[in-house]
């Protein structure tokens, strides 16, 4: 079986982020890291290619990225996870490409790998949580011409179908679909896994591939900001918040956090 996990490098959740003077997110910082939600996708595909017998004779996990060079420590972490080979798709040519473009790519480098040997399943993770947009998978889906399902929680490949399960506050659904699929999951049902340290120290063994546009076969003019569809009209830092109350101390001070909430009308 031969799964690609699309993995993206953002910036971490808990450092201050800024915008450039284009007010797009600056990127590349030192603490920039694998997003959480692809930990969850790569244990899928993780899991889903064991059960047909990964990492044995024939079977492939491979992680993608598309970045800029810091993205590389994405597939690091990735390859330290279990992945057994990495692809960076990286030009200068892609900066400033919205989601759209983003996902030309993607499809673009998974086509290439298809070609070599064919591709059962890509699996993305449920959102990049620094774009929050979800819209990669489809277009990714869209672009390769291949089907897609949503926000997996359980994932089997059977005689070339691909079948899902997904749970929502009322029912739940099974679907199936021709492999190859694009599939994305949930980031509740696959906790993913720590690196070990002999993980990590296979890592670094692991081949990554960098692939320019030109590798892929991409036209320049389909990705950029010429070739996508939306742009940054205006982006600003969030304001400091205002009006806050910080009540520091022991249990004296719990009067006076029973005097604010009543003034506030909680009592
Ligand atoms: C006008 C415009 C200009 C932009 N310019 C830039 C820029 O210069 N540089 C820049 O980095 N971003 C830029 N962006 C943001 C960029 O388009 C988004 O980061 C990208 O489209 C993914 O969006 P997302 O995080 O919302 O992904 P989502 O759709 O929320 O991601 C869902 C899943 O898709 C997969 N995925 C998403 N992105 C990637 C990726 N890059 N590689 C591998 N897998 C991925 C992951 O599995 C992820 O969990 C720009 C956006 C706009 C609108």
């Given at each position: ?12 959740l808990?450092?201050p982020r ?8 600056v990127?590349?910082?030192d ?11 790569l244990?899928a ?8 017998g990964?990492?044995g ?10 970045g ?21 798709v990286?030009?200068e ?22 070609a070599?040997?064919p ?7 449920m ?6 947009t979800?819209?990669?998978p489809?277009a990714?889906?869209e ?5 897609q ?15 899902v399960?997904?749970e929502t ?10 492999a190859p699929?694009?599939?994305?999951v ?5 906790r993913a896994?720590f690196?070990?340290f ?24 389909a990705?950029?900001p010429?070739g ?6 205006e ?14 101390g ?5 009067p ?5 909430l009543?003034q506030?009308?909680f009592?």
């Amino acid at each position: 079986m031969r799964v690609v996990v699309c993995v993206k490098h953002v910036p971490d959740l808990q450092s201050p982020r800024s915008l450039g003077d284009d007010g797009r997110l600056v990127r590349g910082g030192d603490d920039d890291t694998l997003n959480e939600l692809d930990e969850d996708a790569l244990e899928a595909g993780l899991r889903t290619a064991e059960a047909a017998g990964f990492p044995g004779e024939g079977h492939d996990v491979t992680v993608l990225t598309v970045g800029p060079a810091p993205a590389v420590e994405a597939l690091r972490r990735g390859l330290a996870m279990g992945a057994s080979t990495a692809v960076h798709v990286t030009d200068e040519q892609v900066a400033g490409s919205d989601a759209i473009a983003t996902a030309r790519v993607l499809a673009a480098a998974v086509a290439k790998l298809h070609a070599e040997q064919p591709v059962d399943l890509v699996v993305a993770g449920m959102a990049g949580l620094d774009g929050l947009t979800s819209l990669v998978p489809a277009a990714l889906a869209e672009v390769l011409g291949w089907p897609q399902l949503t926000l997996a929680d359980r994932i089997t490949v059977a005689d070339g179908v691909v079948s899902v399960r997904r749970e929502t506050s009322t029912h739940v659904e099974e679907l199936t679909a021709p492999a190859p699929a694009v599939l994305s999951v949930t980031d509740q049902a696959f906790r993913a896994r720590f690196p070990n340290f002999k993980g990590i120290m296979a890592a670094r063994k692991k081949p990554v591939t960098t692939w320019s546009l030109a590798d892929v076969g991409l036209d320049p003019a389909a990705v950029g900001p010429d070739g996508s569809t939306t742009r940054v009209v205006e982006a600003a830092e969030h304001p400091e918040r205002t009006g806050r109350v910080l009540v520091t101390g022991d249990a004296e001070t719990v009067p006076a956090l029973v005097d604010f909430l009543s003034q506030k009308g909680f009592a």
